[in-house]
């Protein structure tokens, strides 16, 4: 009989603040979660910017393929500051997704912008075709 091989476990690992955001943005992008899920995690405009974007569902599943995060890198140009971006896959259709996010004085990290496609999401404004 072999000898067995010991597995070599990993620490886990915790999410970092861009990826935990990045998950939660695209489940209310792509009409998986309500934009109130957003509350309390955001701050300035990023929450006005996500309810008036959310009901066009832009992250939406395409032809039966939910839509799922590719990659999130994230850069921090400044203390408390972390600005990410990344790439959102459904079916045959790769979308960018970039947001930034600032800690508070209470160590929390929120949502501060958020920009899919290139294209800045504002209160008013259309959202991606």
């Known amino acids: 009989m072999p000898p067995q091989r010991s597995r070599r476990l990993q620490p886990h690992r915790p999410q970092r603040p861009h990826q935990w955001f990045a998950e939660r943005l695209l489940a209310v992008l ?22 008036e974007l959310a009901p066009s569902t832009p992250l939406r599943a395409t032809h039966g393929s939910r839509p799922v995060l590719r990659h999130c890198r994230g ?6 500051v972390v600005e990410a971006f990344a790439s959102i896959a459904a079916g045959d259709r790769v979308r960018a997704m970039a947001f930034r996010l600032e800690q508070g004085a209470d160590q ?7 920009e899919l496609g290139g294209e800045r999401l504002t209160a008013g404004a259309p959202g991606p075709r």
């Open 30 to 51: 792509s009409g998986q979660r309500p934009v109130h899920w957003m509350l309390g995690h955001t701050i300035g405009e990023a929450y006005d910017q996500l309810a």
């Open 75 to 80: 850069a921090q140009p400044a203390t408390g």
């Open 108 to 114: 929390r990290w929120r949502c501060a912008a958020v």
